[in-house]
């Protein structure tokens, strides 16, 4: 008869298998990221905490692995997380606004893609009622190149975007945002590291404030 074993050895058996799931998914299949600016409001608030999806858009696998399984490519409109391209070890999300091939122009604050106006008031704000002569409020025309995508904030008197660095490569890209499952309206890290003491007090913040800060009726918000 094969010994017991100890309580100890089961929760340490059971608590390494739960991450190296975790690890799993959190590499292939579903990521965490919280949004620290405001260059997407009103879509995603600071503080929101998502769930990203990092495998919609790959790999590309084989024409039957493509029919069986729930791939497709990125497609206007979708909210993307990527690589900055400025500083690859940073993470942003912004809107895809163009594909490969397509012109993107801005005039007056209007979007134009390949020629045509683009009404996008229903998921976009302008805070700033100016009309400047720069590139914020005038760009382009420019033509997305091959493998690469167009991609700006909601917020866009206020999001530093493909209108001032450029496309983004398709590789850079990690997944698509899915879900908020957590927004807390407090204090939020900014994503810089600040030493162990600033990380601990703003633990300490997000624990009292918890229950009054969280924003329950974000709990679960699909985002589109």
């Not at 059971?14 to 690890?23: E, K, N, Q, R």
């Not at 769930?51 to 790999?59: A, E, L, Q, T």
Request: charged share 20%; aromatic share 12%.
């Amino acid at each position: 008869m094969a010994r017991p074993q100890s309580t100890f050895r089961e929760y340490f058996e059971a608590l390494l298998i739960a991450g190296i799931f975790l690890g799993f998914t959190n590499t292939f299949l579903v990521k965490t990221f919280y949004i620290p600016s405001a260059s997407m409001e009103e879509t995603l608030l600071v503080g929101d905490h998502l769930f990203v999806n990092r495998f919609i858009y790959g790999p590309a696998g084989t024409g039957v692995e493509r029919g069986l399984l729930p791939l497709r490519g990125v497609r206007r409109g979708d909210v993307v997380i990527f690589k900055s391209p400025e500083e690859p070890s940073i993470d942003m999300v912004k809107r895809c606004i163009g594909l490969p091939g397509d012109e993107i122009r801005v005039v007056d604050k209007v979007l134009y893609i390949n020629g045509e106006p683009v009404d996008d008031s229903a998921v976009t704000q302008h805070g700033d009622p100016r009309v400047l002569a720069g590139t914020r409020d005038n760009f382009g025309p420019v033509t997305v190149p091959p493998d690469r995508y167009f991609c700006m904030g909601d917020n866009r008197d206020n999001s530093n975007d493909s209108r001032f660095w450029g496309t983004v490569p398709a590789h850079h890209i990690k997944g698509r945002a899915l879900l908020i499952y957590w927004s807390f309206g407090g204090e939020t890290s900014d994503g810089s590291w600040h030493g162990w003491g600033a990380k601990l007090q703003q633990l300490g913040s997000t624990a009292l404030g918890f229950f009054s800060k969280t924003r329950w009726n974000r709990m679960f918000h699909l985002i589109r």
